[in-house]
């Protein structure tokens, strides 16, 4: 397009739609793949520890719990247990030492520090600053994800590293400290390795808040930390099967947290810049769906339009219908992940109003004034804990749509304990951070408190909408279901957008009789962007369980499989032609998917046919949909082999009519495509 | 439950908004249905619509219900754009079937 002449609003959107989807698809793609993933971070985890596939829950995993912390922690000041649920098979249980005298109040404080990183209300200079281990490490705390609820037993469950704890060092020395962190990782490692086997992380469960317990990695060097700087609290966690009682040592990976991660602050960069990058994709994706929908003309009459076969107008229609269909989706995933983003892109607010201390403002913005209140202290007569299992089901009785998440109890063994318990979720989205609580004597059982909740204001309700959306924090699975497929089709919106760029260039090609650079480039990265992206995360899964299990630094390993099978990728597409690059890459992608289920039951993990069977539903649905993803790609793939390329000048264009002769031509086009493309290939 | 009931509506709705259009009529029955008809079946559409919109909201309170709403409108449009393309046929009998499950769900 020239600037010297005026054109039309729609051709200037048309050109503006084209560029602006190229010149960033390529990592839009990656973001919504990674991010669709990421809506099952937690299942995805479990899939990835096969360590915890068969725990199950027999409805006595209380008195189990209560008798582990009673073994294992008689003196604790306090006893944390988040329960199993539908998305996790397992009890976490944690435990803070009492502490000395004066160190009480030091705990809320990194609770908060936690309950920022997912609000995107992080210190952008803060992970980076804080030079607490290498990215990987960075990425398994991200335990300290979503913890709408509950910030003050949060907090002191995640003490550990006290006053000492936050890296004021901030932003200026981010840059520097990201080079040091490979070489600190392996000492954090040794610090932190003999102390319960290999360490991993346990975020799960995570929408609901309930994840807070299960950082296990991030506790460790948080550990070590704390005894470098003259010990302070430590902190305990254990993974329990609820059936069994047994302690569970998983292997440490990456898990679903890696493709949280990097799907708003990529890998391998500071953080700060990672999400600067992302920021931006994302505002050429806000640009590329306004342009998209003023370029489109016809959303309701041809809603519900797709017309296979047809080359170039099929490729439109494909790439409209996942536009249009999910378009809600695309627009509210988008402008929540800008607002998430926000704080970081437009840090004005925070800069005046608080100093740049987004840490006040967060708690400020979720009324947690009493975060960092100090615990009650116990009276020194000793008495028995009352059975938990009937408190749970008051509670439960009492909000049978939220469930029960987590149960925090306070001085047990102590005349004066009290039990808390919270739950598992809150009534609506726009509600985080209020989750209701039921405070109960922790010898008579009776109810002592039921917390008032504070109601939130109309802006931080919208704030709480739109993140809650953005992340699928919902009690049900179901919206967590729709958010995934509306993020499959926004996949393959982006992709197809892609691939319409090259294939809308087919005539200049002809014409001009070879394919200029930059068309070769756009096709290699296409190649590599997409079907290499798959294959990539496909063999991130692999690499999860090929490793051996006590591998050091496995989740580093595990990432390192995904980068470098992603290299080779991108240099396949180099080498090979554009559509057999296609071909065998998706058709690699595809095998490798559908084999996960095999791998899985052949690696340690519950194979398809007994997950479904016994319930266990997170291992199963990842099968499954690793199973119809994978046939998916190789159904795409074969699409792709059998393409024939435009009919040439002499074979005119199909009459459009009923749809039976667009089948029959669909037939013949499948029957003719085969030796052609064989042709093809051969030439 | 709940939510294959809101599921059925879209779809049924989504179906009679496709066939209340001129080209998709004729690709679902072959000949394009008079003005009336295709003015009735779009109201259908939209009232259905609407319908799972106030269901889903019923059920989820006004946040939740609406997201679950918008998804599964994406899910059952994304059917019926599917089954248009390549066996476009049965769709109406298919609309008519979630329909009738939708009203025996309602009751």
Redesign the interface.
Known sequence: MRFDKPRHFRQSMSWLHTWAGLVLGWLLFAVFVTGTLAFFRNEITTWMQPELHSARDDGHGLERAVAVLERKAPDAQQWSINLQGPRSPVMNLSWREAPAAGERRSAGRRGEEGGDADSGLEPPGGPAGRGEGHRAQDMQREGRGDRPEGARAEGMQREGRGAGGRAEGGRGEGMQREGMRADNAPRQEAHTGGERGPGSARPQRGGEGREMAMAAPQAEPAQAEARQQGGQQAQNRLIMDPATGEILQPRQTAGGNFLYRFHFELYGMDRLTGRWIVGIATMFMFVAIISGVIVHRNIF?D??????GKGKRSWLDAHN?TGV??L??HVVITFSGLLLLGFQLMPAAVLTAYDGDTRAMAQEMRGRGNANAPLPRPSGEKAALTPLAPLVAEAEREWPMQGVGAITITNPGDARATIEIRQART????SRGAARRMVFDGVTGEVLERPPVAESSAASSAWN?MT??HMGR??SS??RW??F??GV?GSLMVASGLAMWVIARQKDREALGRTPRGHRLVEVLNVAAVSGLLIAIAAYFWGNRLLPADLAERNLWEIRVFFSVWALAALHAIVRKYKAAWVEQLTLAGVLAMLLPVLNGASGGVHLGHSLGAGQLQVACFDACALVLGALLMFAARKVSLHVPRAKPGTKSRPAG??KAK?AEAVDELAAGLPVALKTEEA | MM?FLVFAMALAG?NA??VS?E??AK?VV?HAPDETKRRGFSALGWALLALALALAVYYH????GT??W??????A??I???L???R??PLLGLGGAALAVALLLLV
């Open positions: 009459k809603f519900f339009t797709f017309r296979p219908a269909l999910a809600p989706f009534e609506g989205l726009s909408l809650a959306l919902f009690a179901l919206p729709l958010l497929a509306s089709l009923a749809s089948k | 939510d989504f908004l496709c259009m080209r998709h690709q072959g309170g006004a946040s939740i997201a679950v918008f998804g599964l409108m994406t899910v449009a994304f019926v754009g599917l248009l393309s390549y476009p046929r």
